[in-house]
Structure formats: structure tokens, C-alpha cells
């Protein structure tokens, strides 16, 4: 059982379109943090979010952490082919990192 | 952040042969982590290296599968032992650091095919 849900798996959108992806838990967590990983490469930080209903913005990318800081969620405006990759989620907790199966997107020109 | 450099980035290896995976972080951490990632989905941890003592596995990896060795704060090696192809896989070593929540650093990883 996956800690951290991630929802969508999969998502192929054209290019200009707006997207959000989720990342739901039963638990609490001190901090949350959302990865981007390319083919070929390790996950690059993209963002933490600390406060329970926290918003980051990322130029096109907002991230927003729930309120009572057990879900999250990642917006993109305008997505470009260059957002392709795996996003994934990663909750911190007791000095414990745990990480979603990940959102695997698709920008299409 | 940190800088973390990982080799092999890629190897095909035969079955029943070992392939060790070195980690070299540009500064002195505490605590080092292995992850695998099978193809199309997330991380798994596979054990957490602390310099000078043994390494903790998490469940479904020991040991003498995975040797880890840690000599130092600044470098760690991941062996996988006597491989066969459900070995294939991804296998990153990742720092953490503070920075007002806990926030992992990752090499590019290791693609290792076992055939």
C-alpha cells in the first residue's frame, strides 16, 4: 500500500493546456515536497511546501499544501513540452522521507 | 542543494555477476540513501549508509544482496550481489538536507539491464 497517492498514473495533454495533479495521504506530515524527473536523470527538487494550506508559485507551476497538511496538489498553467516528465511527491515525517508512485506527463506539441 | 556524482550512470551485466555503484557527494552528510526505481514507477529506499557503522535496510532488502559500504561523509558504494534480471532496474543514492522541511538531492542514477 502506497503511503502517498498520486493521481493521475498517466496524463497526455496538448500543449497550452492546464493540468493538476494530486497527492493525497491519511497522514501527517511535517513537510511535502514535488520532484520532476526526466528520462535518464535523478528526481530534481522542484519545490517544499511546510505550512498546512501553503501556496508556491513556480512561474507556470503552483503548488499548494492542504490545510491540515496531509494532501497536496501541483498546478500547471500553459503546460509546454518541456514539462514532460515524472512528477512525484514526497512526504516527510519523523526524519523519514517517503515518496507517491508518481504522475508520468505528457506534453504533446 | 548538493552536487552528487553516481557511476556507472548505465551497465548490462550478466546474470550471477555483482555490479558495484559509486556515490560521490560534493560535501560531508550524515546519512546517504540507496533507492531502486523499477521501470515506470516510483522509489523504493532500499537502505540508509551511515559513516561508520552498518547500513539499516528497509523490508524486502538485506544485506547480502545489497552491501553497502560507507568509508567516509562524502562517498558510499552499493553492490548488487549475484544479479539476475529482476535485478534490472534504476538504483539512485540520495542526501538529505534541511532547508526548512526535509528535501533529497539525487544522483542521475544507475540503469542497469541484467541479461
Known amino acids: 500500500t502506497q503511503l502517498l497517492e498520486q493521481s493521475p498514473q498517466f496524463l497526455s495533454i496538448q500543449e497550452g493546456e492546464n493540468l493538476t495533479v494530486y497527492c493525497n495521504s491519511s497522514s501527517v506530515f511535517s513537510s511535502l515536497q514535488w520532484y520532476r524527473q526526466e528520462p535518464g536523470e535523478g528526481p530534481v527538487l522542484l519545490v517544499t511546501?511546510?505550512?498546512?494550506?501553503e501556496v508556491k508559485k513556480l512561474k507556470r507551476l503552483t503548488f499548494q499544501f492542504g490545510d491540515a497538511r496531509k494532501d497536496s496538489s501541483l498546478h500547471i498553467t500553459a503546460a509546454q513540452t518541456g514539462d514532460t516528465g515524472l512528477y512525484l511527491c514526497a512526504g516527510a515525517k519523523n526524519n523519514d522521507m517517503r515518496f507517491g508512485a508518481g504522475t508520468r506527463l505528457t506534453v504533446k506539441p | 542543494s548538493a552536487v552528487i556524482s553516481q557511476k556507472p550512470s548505465r551497465d548490462i551485466c550478466q546474470r550471477g555477476t555483482s555490479l558495484t555503484i559509486q556515490c560521490q557527494v560534493d560535501?560531508?552528510?550524515?546519512?546517504m540513501f540507496w533507492y531502486r526505481q523499477q521501470p515506470g514507477q516510483s522509489l523504493t529506499l532500499i537502505a540508509t549508509?551511515?559513516?561508520?557503522?552498518?547500513?539499516?535496510?528497509e523490508s524486502g532488502f538485506v544485506i547480502d544482496k545489497f552491501p553497502i559500504s560507507r568509508p567516509n561523509l562524502t562517498f558510499s558504494t552499493l553492490t548488487v550481489s549475484n544479479m539476475s534480471p529482476e535485478d534490472s532496474s534504476i538504483y539512485l543514492c540520495?542526501?538529505?538536507?534541511?532547508?526548512?522541511?526535509?528535501?533529497?538531492?539525487f544522483g542521475q542514477g544507475t540503469r542497469l539491464t541484467v541479461v
Open positions: 540520495s542526501v538529505e538536507r534541511g532547508g526548512g522541511g526535509t528535501e533529497a538531492f
Open positions: 560535501s560531508q552528510v550524515t546519512m
Open positions: 549508509a551511515n559513516q561508520g557503522s552498518e547500513a539499516t535496510y
Open positions: 511546501v511546510v505550512t498546512g494550506g
